[in-house]
């Protein structure tokens, strides 16, 4: 069974910085994806970014790029997500996402993950 477990979430004011952290474990596929994705009250889950684990693929979403950096611990499938620059639009619970890697490359969507983790809030004050 697939556990992917979140830690990091937090309250900060804007301009500040946290780290967010999600350890998989039971995984037993050829590769593994992993992703951060967030939802804010009233709307839609959206992609943060993505990673795949092992190799060097990265994607971010335009609204993090510059900001926000993905990085791994593939000994320990572990992916962190440090979120630099804060703005109070990032706030939201931010879940972790992991799956077998599509063969076009990382996937983006929801729709592309099985897996997920129980989510951490992250809250950005004005």
């Known amino acids: 069974q697939v556990r992917l477990v979140e830690s990091g979430g937090g309250s900060v004011q804007a301009g500040g910085s946290l780290t967010l952290s999600c350890a998989a474990s039971?995984?037993?596929?050829?590769?593994?994806?992993m992703a951060w994705f967030r939802q804010a009250p009233g709307k839609t889950r959206e992609d943060v970014a993505a990673i795949y684990v092992g190799g060097n693929a990265k994607h971010y979403a335009d609204s993090v790029k510059g900001r926000f950096t993905i990085s791994q611990d593939s000994a320990k499938n572990t992916v962190y997500l440090r979120m630099n620059r804060l703005k109070p639009d990032d706030t939201g619970m931010y879940y972790c996402?992991?799956?077998?890697?599509?063969?076009?490359?990382?996937?983006?969507?929801?729709?592309?993950?099985?897996?997920w983790g129980q989510g951490t809030q992250v809250t950005v004050s004005s």
């Open positions: 039971g995984y037993s596929g050829s590769s593994l994806c």
């Open positions: 996402a992991a799956d077998e890697c599509p063969g076009y490359g990382l996937g983006t969507t929801p729709y592309e993950y099985n897996y």
